[in-house]
């Protein structure tokens, strides 16, 4: 036996309105596209309103992994006594060389990271008993310290870490999305010189996504 949904007359008229207007169609390109943009992984706290106060203090913004080519110095101390500084670029294998313990791997690390895993190793090894080890990487630190603001007819203002790679749909949703009283036409601000994007056809997929750049500022018209 066959089952026939049966819809009721005002169901199928609104139906039909949408369907004659283009908003379903708008609305199922929306429910298919907008997945394509919504990485949550690509998302970022806020670490400043528009006004410069501080949100969510108990969040800090982690420094990005170290690479190849990194620059990197680390100083060690020990009794107090702190020795002389090791300047060194991390190698095709993503090693640096340490005094007494050699190639030592720190790719893919914070310098965090790095500084735990360099004292554990001398601790380990005997070489000391106890030591405090400080590690400086520049082109990490700059990256950590890259922002974007925004503003406008967006759900959440203020100042954002910018994520190597970040592009403005993603922006948009790690402010909380758009209000529902937002233009179309979206606003970046790069060194003084101001492109505006179709906030529909990005979110749809008809144009390029724009990747974020520092000091990007971002306005969303009402």
Same mark, same amino acid.
């Not at 005002?10 to 004659?20: E, G």
């Not at 170290?66 to 006594?81: A, C, E, F, Q, S």
């Given at each position: $036996?066959?089952?026939?949904?049966?819809?009721?007359?005002?169901? %199928?008229?609104?139906?039909?309105?949408?369907?004659?207007?283009? !908003?379903?169609?708008?609305?199922?390109?929306?429910?298919?596209?907008?997945?394509?943009?919504?990485?949550?992984?690509?998302?970022?706290?806020?670490?400043?309103?528009?006004?410069?106060?501080?949100?969510?203090?108990?969040?800090?913004?982690?420094?990005?992994?170290?690479?190849?080519?990194?620059?990197?110095?680390?100083?060690?101390?020990?009794?107090?006594?702190?020795?002389?500084?090791?300047?060194?670029?991390?190698?095709?294998?993503?090693?640096?060389?340490?005094?007494?313990?050699?190639?030592?791997?720190?790719?893919?690390?914070?310098?965090?990271?790095?500084?735990?895993? @360099?004292?554990?190793?001398?601790?380990?090894?005997?070489?000391?008993?106890?030591?405090?080890?400080?590690?400086? !990487?520049?082109? +990490?630190?700059?990256?950590?310290?890259?922002?974007?603001?925004?503003?406008? +007819?967006?759900?959440?203002?203020?100042?954002?870490?910018?994520?190597?790679? $970040?592009?403005?749909?993603? +922006?948009?949703?790690?402010?909380?999305?758009?209000?529902?009283?937002?233009?179309?036409?979206?606003?970046?601000?790069?060194?003084?010189?101001?492109?505006? %994007?179709?906030?529909?056809?990005?979110?749809?997929?008809? @144009?390029?996504?724009?990747?974020?750049?520092?000091?990007?500022?971002?306005?969303?018209?009402?």
């Amino acid at each position: $036996m066959k089952y026939i949904a049966r819809i009721s007359l005002p169901a %199928f008229l609104a139906a039909a309105a949408l369907c004659s207007s283009g !908003c379903l169609l708008n609305y199922v390109e929306d429910a298919v596209t907008s997945k394509v943009y919504r990485d949550p992984a690509a998302w970022v706290p806020r670490v400043s309103d528009e006004d410069g106060n501080p949100i969510d203090a108990g969040v800090k913004v982690v420094s990005r992994e170290m690479k190849v080519g990194d620059p990197v110095t680390v100083k060690i101390t020990v009794n107090l006594r702190q020795g002389a500084p090791v300047d060194d670029v991390i190698d095709d294998e993503g090693n640096i060389s340490l005094p007494i313990i050699g190639e030592f791997k720190i790719i893919g690390m914070t310098t965090a990271d790095a500084e735990r895993a @360099i004292r554990q190793a001398y601790i380990e090894q005997k070489v000391y008993s106890n030591c405090t080890v400080s590690v400086l !990487c520049r082109a +990490a630190q700059a990256a950590a310290e890259a922002s974007y603001s925004i503003t406008g +007819a967006i759900h959440k203002r203020g100042r954002y870490p910018l994520k190597s790679g $970040m592009t403005l749909w993603q +922006a948009l949703i790690a402010a909380g999305d758009v209000s529902d009283f937002a233009g179309d036409k979206i606003t970046i601000t790069r060194g003084g010189i101001k492109k505006s %994007f179709s906030y529909r056809r990005i979110k749809n997929g008809r @144009i390029q996504d724009p990747v974020l750049y520092n000091g990007d500022i971002i306005e969303v018209p009402d």
